[in-house]
């Protein structure tokens, strides 16, 4: 088929997420179709080059088409893709877990489920929390705690928590029983019938993404830890998008020291090749949910593809590559690389504010700085310099007015400079001067 019949039974066949469809569907919008990887660019249907800055939102960690992943997947492939894991249990998942939770030395997390994607690796660890506590003498505690401006997910449960009114969509007012607050002060002027109806404490640990890349002041997760412990409250940490190296270390939470009671792992798991994601907890959550069948403790959650082999298979082959590649070794002179970049354009008329952690960055664009007028949500800014940057050989997409600069960890500084570079550019050219 060539490409622009399959442009066109795209238009009519599908429905793409969080994308508005009728101008997609535009006979002008003639949409990419990513054909090939390699490395950190995606080759286009007219064979055009591009760096996927955002690793293919915030997934991709060792670049695309990697022989050690893909023939990892191909070699498990050859034996089987998958087979359930009610009642059975395979090779690579076993493995897998094992090298997780070697990841995470000393830690009390030591227990591993496996899911689909973020948002049922954030369902599995609120639906323990509350079957925790539920059959575990503190039936009263029941309400989820979340951050405003939060992300966890989009299916029900997890987005009831989010913080971010335009996501929670049709899921508002419905879900768990949550409570959103701002800010660790607000934690204080909590009041203490509030607090022991609180089963966990869900959050973004260091940097919260959908929110457009905003930072949690530095001790803030140590703070929330201390809390937690004090009134015997999960804490439960979405690592969706900051496990895996992106913030410099192998997890967020391992710059604070911190121990959580959950920790929600997915986007980089598998290196960004396959849906799969794990949720790990304690030994005491895990004999919380012990006894006879009887008696009715077991956790009756799970998907058709938990433990998927080839997913496990992937995911293994990954943490190989960061051995192998020394991959966290070599990321600090990036990052500081990137920090240089992003000094350099602090103080540009258009860009109201740089915010970085790792390897993940968001750049702020603003009409003018003084008297700070910013964009509309609605003028889609922050999207056309994105849109526009593609000239420039780069792929990303912002959130509203933050572009988002987030490759794949084996990026080079060189190839840093290329996407600021075709950022800025693009900035200049739509903003003007
Ligand atoms: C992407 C994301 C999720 C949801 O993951 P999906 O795989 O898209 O369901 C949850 N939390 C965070 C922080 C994320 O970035």
Not at 44 to 69: C, E, F, K, M, V
Not at 181 to 191: D, F, H, V, W
Not at 233 to 250: A, C, H, P, S, W
Not at 325 to 345: A, D
Request: aromatic share 8%; net charge negative; hydrophobic share 40%.
């Amino acid at each position: 088929m060539n490409f622009s019949t399959l442009v066109e039974l795209d238009k009519k066949n599908l429905w793409h997420p969080f994308t508005p469809m009728e101008a997609w569907c535009d006979p002008e919008h003639e949409p990419l179709c990513l054909v090939k990887g390699e490395g950190v660019y995606l080759e286009s249907q007219h064979g055009t080059r591009y760096l996927d800055a955002n690793s293919s939102i915030w997934a991709n960690l060792h670049g695309h088409a990697h022989p050690t992943i893909n023939s990892a997947i191909a070699k498990q492939l050859e034996l089987v893709s998958h087979t359930s894991f009610l009642g059975f249990t395979n090779p690579p998942a076993i493995e897998l877990s094992e090298q997780l939770l070697s990841l995470l030395p000393g830690s009390s997390l030591q227990k591993v489920f496996y899911s689909d994607n973020g948002s049922t690796a954030i369902e599995t660890a609120l639906r323990m929390s509350l079957q925790y506590w539920s059959q575990n003498g503190h039936p009263e505690k029941d309400v989820i705690l979340s951050f405003d401006r939060a992300y966890h997910g989009d299916t029900l449960g997890a987005a009831s928590l989010g913080g971010i009114p335009l996501f929670r969509g049709s899921a508002s007012g419905l879900g768990y029983k949550s409570h959103l607050i701002s800010n660790l002060e607000a934690l204080e002027s909590l009041p203490a019938d509030r607090i022991s109806q609180i089963a966990a404490v869900i959050i973004e640990p260091l940097i919260q993404g959908s929110a457009g890349m905003r930072l949690w002041p530095k001790g803030m997760l140590k703070q929330l830890e201390i809390w937690c412990r004090k009134h015997d409250i999960f804490l439960i940490l979405d690592e969706v998008m900051t496990g895996f190296g992106r913030t410099g270390k192998m997890f967020a939470h391992q710059h604070e020291e911190v121990e959580p009671d959950f920790l929600c792992l997915a986007k980089g798991l598998t290196g960004g090749y396959l849906p799969l994601a794990a949720t790990l907890t304690t030994q005491r959550v895990f004999d919380g949910f012990l006894g006879k069948v009887e008696e009715g403790r077991t956790f009756y959650y799970g998907h058709t593809y938990t433990g998927n082999a080839l997913g496990c298979a992937a995911a293994l082959a990954n943490l190989q590559i960061f051995g192998e590649e020394n991959t966290l070794e070599k990321l600090s002179s990036k990052i500081e690389h990137l920090s240089k970049r992003l000094e350099e354009i602090r103080e540009h008329p258009h860009i109201l504010e740089v915010r970085q952690c790792g390897l993940i960055a968001g750049i702020e664009i603003t009409r003018s700085k003084q008297p700070l007028v910013p964009y509309e949500a609605a003028e889609l800014m922050g999207a056309k310099v994105c849109l526009h940057a593609r000239q420039y050989g780069i792929l990303t997409r912002p959130v509203l007015n933050t572009l988002v600069i987030m490759p794949p960890l084996n990026i080079t500084c060189e190839q840093i400079d290329l996407i600021v570079k075709a950022l800025m550019q693009s900035v200049e050219d739509l903003c003007g001067n």
